[in-house]
């Protein structure tokens, strides 16, 4: 059920949650901040901010879920149950079959939990951003990292005004897919990193 348009949680619990993360009051780090997220997603909310650093630097705080690693722990756990009864009768009934669904399953287990990580997100947003520009593709747009804000829970970038895909018209997708591709045929063919 992953979204990216799901109801949000409470922003005085984002609030909280930003403010243990970084190890002091809000206002410490940021001058203002939106007081309900700009966008929600099943994995973490993103709220407009503006930096405390005296030049007004607008960024985005995205803010993992609460119990979000509890949930996706349960429910892999009932899946990899789910898993090995599925691998026993296809042994019993299909033993010509050779995939082994728990092993499957335990490695894309281990992508997801990556994904709640988000100093690894971090460093990956970082490096697909230099890698880009190393190759001089500069009409393709990664956001900056605040590396200093971000933890495993927040992940703090630039801000970036934009519409999504979805919402253009046929026309400015036209005038883009160009550059979309060259940036994604250069991170599958230059650089083997997506």
Same mark, same amino acid.
């Given at each position: 059920?992953?979204?990216?348009?799901?109801?949000?949680?409470?922003?005085?619990?984002?609030?909280?949650?930003?403010?243990?993360?970084?190890?002091? *009051?809000?206002?410490?780090?940021?001058?203002?901040?939106?007081?309900? *997220?700009?966008?929600?997603?099943?994995?973490?909310?993103?709220?407009?901010?503006?930096?405390?650093?005296?030049?007004?630097?607008?960024?985005?705080?995205?803010?993992?879920?609460?119990?979000?690693?509890?949930?996706?722990?349960?429910?892999?756990?009932?899946?990899?149950?789910?898993?090995?009864?599925?691998?026993?009768?296809?042994?019993?009934?299909? *033993?010509?079959?050779?995939?082994?669904?728990?092993?499957?399953?335990?490695?894309?287990?281990?992508?997801?939990?990556?994904?709640?990580?988000?100093?690894?997100?971090?460093?990956?947003?970082?490096?697909?951003?230099?890698?880009?520009?190393?190759?001089?593709?500069?009409?393709?747009?990664? *956001?900056?990292?605040?590396?200093?804000?971000?933890?495993?829970?927040?992940?703090?970038?630039?801000?970036?005004?934009?519409?999504?895909?979805?919402?253009?018209?046929?026309?400015?997708?036209?005038?883009?897919?160009?550059?979309?591709?060259?940036?994604?045929?250069?991170?599958?063919?230059?650089?083997?990193?997506?």
């Amino acid at each position: 059920k992953l979204q990216d348009a799901v109801e949000p949680f409470d922003t005085k619990t984002a609030t909280m949650q930003i403010e243990r993360e970084l190890g002091g *009051p809000l206002g410490q780090f940021f001058t203002s901040i939106s007081k309900e *997220p700009v966008a929600a997603a099943s994995l973490a909310q993103v709220y407009m901010a503006t930096l405390n650093d005296g030049k007004d630097t607008r960024v985005a705080v995205k803010v993992q879920r609460p119990d979000v690693l509890s949930t996706v722990s349960k429910d892999l756990y009932v899946l990899r149950r789910a898993a090995e009864v599925f691998n026993g009768l296809v042994q019993r009934f299909a *033993p010509q079959q050779r995939t082994n669904y728990v092993a499957l399953l335990n490695e894309w287990a281990i992508g997801f939990y990556t994904e709640l990580d988000f100093l690894n997100e971090a460093s990956n947003q970082q490096r697909l951003r230099q890698l880009l520009l190393d190759k001089g593709i500069t009409n393709v747009v990664v *956001p900056v990292v605040y590396e200093e804000l971000c933890t495993r829970r927040i992940l703090v970038s630039e801000w970036i005004d934009g519409t999504k895909l979805s919402d253009c018209s046929v026309e400015t997708i036209e005038q883009v897919t160009p550059a979309a591709q060259e940036a994604f045929l250069t991170q599958l063919f230059e650089t083997g990193f997506f």
